[in-house]
């Protein structure tokens, strides 16, 4: 472990000019978001991160700069969702709803409520999704994007309730919708409630593809459980971002359920692909062109 | 088996009642009355209906059309199978998507003929293997959830034995949502539960304590809306009259339900799930 921070901090230096440089000539999006969170980075300290596809090493600012896809082999890490807004919207286009919830805990499961509480204080979201409405090349559209670092992104009533409002809104307003799936899947901790919310998610969808509304599902590591099986298993049209894990059952799970390894890849948006669950594989540097391009083909 | 028996009668000596992992037991109990039981005593004429009319036949699923007192009503529901060869057949009762696109399948029918449709859930969950992932588990369930949500018809659930996880809401978005007494019905098992939050498959017995997976739980938070009673000692142990009891039940509810148009059904339904869980999300 030493080790491996002195062999890190010999290449502060070098990576904090790059860094430096990218920064004075990169992509200067001044969203009131964008500018909040640049505040923020300033403070930050400078920290190295290594790639776990590629094993190479870079600064996490160059990370963020190239919209946490490692420079070197392409490797998708998870991705902030006030950043992906950033990257996706039209500068200052974005308008976040806001909810307000009481303490959500219907099963008074011991620990919940204090594992939430730190959470929020740690991510600064105050649940699994962020929701609000942007515009992408100019087009307006309503956007979840879910933050699988907030206990595993995984569904309670909050966040089914969030995402069932987005839904709602975009049908009232006759906009677009776009959800940036990332879950374990329902959370445990609400009990059947949480089930329940595949039931509320996935009727809400239903209905509004049934007034004609445009639903995008775009998968990011990982979607499984109960959100792969509701609301993100119902796109119109159906992206992924590559080798994210998508499923219904983790690997894990399977794997002690047949009592075998599981091949190489499985799972993966790759796989996904062949066999015919994604309209497309799409890496994030695309990922506003491409949502920009389907809004395109589907304006009235 | 014998051992659940003795367990529950004991419980009913002491004069106490069959708490969570009792009823856990007595849910999977393997005498358990099972679908074929319902439909032959509750329905005539029953036409079963087999496959998914995409490549495959999944036998954890079974149904078909049948009359209720005279009226065409589509039927289906988890089969976990009555024997150790039947379990096999129809992977005790693990649906792979096949299973969901069979039922989904029925239940398409069943509106464009104007059938009512009642569904039995007894199942461990989802089935999680290799080809189940391969052909779309989860896109199979998430269609059903979506489809049965703004069907023209009226849907019955009734949790019969196991309700687990998503596997189990995948024929389950119903105008109406009974439950037999000492079934289960959680977002997962209690063995998987436990091993999910606590690392360790064998806190089960105190995990079935803090899901609230009763009867009696669910009825307080809204998910199901009424209890049918079972006989003393569970269902197995005189099941006529557990079959009564829901034959009056579907007369009951289907006189309603059958009374109010297409849309007003597809409506209330909506409704149903949109405002299950208002009593905890909204603010005082």
Redesign the interface.
Same mark, same amino acid.
């Given at each position: 472990m030493d080790n491996l921070l002195e062999k890190r901090k010999g290449k502060f230096e070098k990576l904090r000019v790059l860094r430096e440089q990218q920064r004075n000539g990169g992509n200067d999006a001044a969203s009131d978001l964008a500018a909040d969170i640049r505040e923020k980075e300033k403070t930050m300290p400078e920290l190295f991160v290594e790639c776990p596809a590629c094993h190479k090493e870079f600064t996490k600012r160059h990370l963020r700069d190239n919209l946490y896809v490692c420079p070197e082999c392409g490797y998708h890490y998870g991705m902030p969702p006030e950043k992906r807004i950033v990257a996706l919207c039209d500068e200052g286009s974005f308008k976040r709803f806001r909810y307000h919830f009481p303490e959500i805990d219907p099963l008074e499961f011991e620990g919940y409520r204090e594992k939430k509480a730190d959470l929020r204080e740690k991510t600064r979201q105050d649940e699994a999704v962020l929701t609000g409405v942007g515009k992408i090349e100019g087009k307006k559209a309503v956007i979840a994007v879910m933050n699988s670092k907030f206990l595993m992104g995984s569904m309670g009533i909050q966040l089914g309730e969030t995402v069932t409002l987005a839904v709602e809104y975009a049908e009232k307003h006759n906009l677009p919708l776009i959800i940036f799936t990332a879950s374990g899947g329902a959370r445990m901790q609400e009990g059947i409630l949480s089930l329940m919310q595949m039931a509320k998610t996935s009727t809400a969808i239903e209905r509004f593809q049934k007034k004609g509304g445009l639903y995008i599902a775009y998968f990011t590591h990982p979607t499984t459980g109960g959100v792969s099986a509701s609301f993100a298993g119902l796109g119109d049209i159906t992206l992924a971002e590559p080798k994210a894990l998508v499923g219904f059952a983790g690997p894990r799970v399977i794997e002690q359920t047949i009592g075998q390894k599981l091949p190489e890849g499985f799972q993966r948006s790759e796989y996904l692909e062949e066999h015919g669950f994604v309209d497309q594989i799409v890496p994030r540097s695309k990922m506003r062109q491409v949502i920009s391009q389907i809004l395109t083909l589907h304006q009235k | 088996m014998e051992e659940i028996d003795s367990r529950i009668d004991e419980i009913l000596a002491q004069g106490k009642k069959p708490g969570p992992m009792d009823k856990v037991l007595l849910a999977r109990h393997p005498k358990r009355p099972k679908i074929n039981q319902y439909i032959d005593y509750l329905f005539t004429n029953f036409f079963e209906q087999k496959g998914d009319f995409l490549g495959k036949e999944d036998g954890s699923i079974f149904g078909g059309i049948a009359l209720f007192h005279g009226m065409p009503v589509t039927v289906l529901g988890h089969r976990k199978g009555n024997d150790l060869q039947e379990n096999i057949a129809c992977n005790f009762g693990m649906p792979g998507p096949e299973g969901y696109r069979k039922a989904l399948r029925m239940m398409t029918q069943a509106e464009k003929f104007g059938r009512p449709i009642i569904t039995f859930i007894d199942t461990p969950g989802?089935?999680? =293997? *290799?080809e189940?992932? %391969?052909? !779309?588990?989860?896109?199979a *369930?998430?269609?059903n959830?979506?489809?049965m949500?703004?069907m023209q018809v009226p849907i019955i659930a009734i949790v019969t034995g196991e309700g687990s996880? =998503?596997g189990a809401?995948?024929i =389950? &978005?119903a105008n109406k949502v009974f439950m037999l007494e000492h079934a289960v019905?959680? *977002?997962?098992s209690p063995e !998987? +539960?436990s091993s *999910?939050?606590w690392n360790d498959a064998s806190r089960k017995e105190e995990a079935s304590e803090? %899901?609230?997976?009763t009867a009696d739980?669910?009825l307080k +938070?809204g &998910?199901i809306d009424e209890i049918i009673p079972e006989p003393i000692g569970g269902a197995h142990r005189a099941p006529t009259i557990v079959f009564e009891r829901i034959d009056q039940l579907l007369c009951r509810e289907l006189k309603t339900l059958c009374a109010k148009s297409g849309s007003e059904l597809a409506r209330s $339904?909506?409704q149903k799930? $949109?405002t %299950?869980?208002e009593q +905890? $999300? &909204? %603010?005082?």
């Open positions: - | 989802a089935y999680p =293997g *290799i189940a992932e %391969m052909y !779309g588990q989860s896109q *369930i998430a269609r959830l979506a489809a949500s703004s996880s =998503g809401l995948a =389950g &978005v019905y959680s *977002i997962l !998987g +539960f *999910i939050l803090v %899901m609230k997976l739980d669910l +938070f &998910v $339904r909506y799930f $949109r %299950m869980d +905890f $999300r &909204v %603010m005082e």
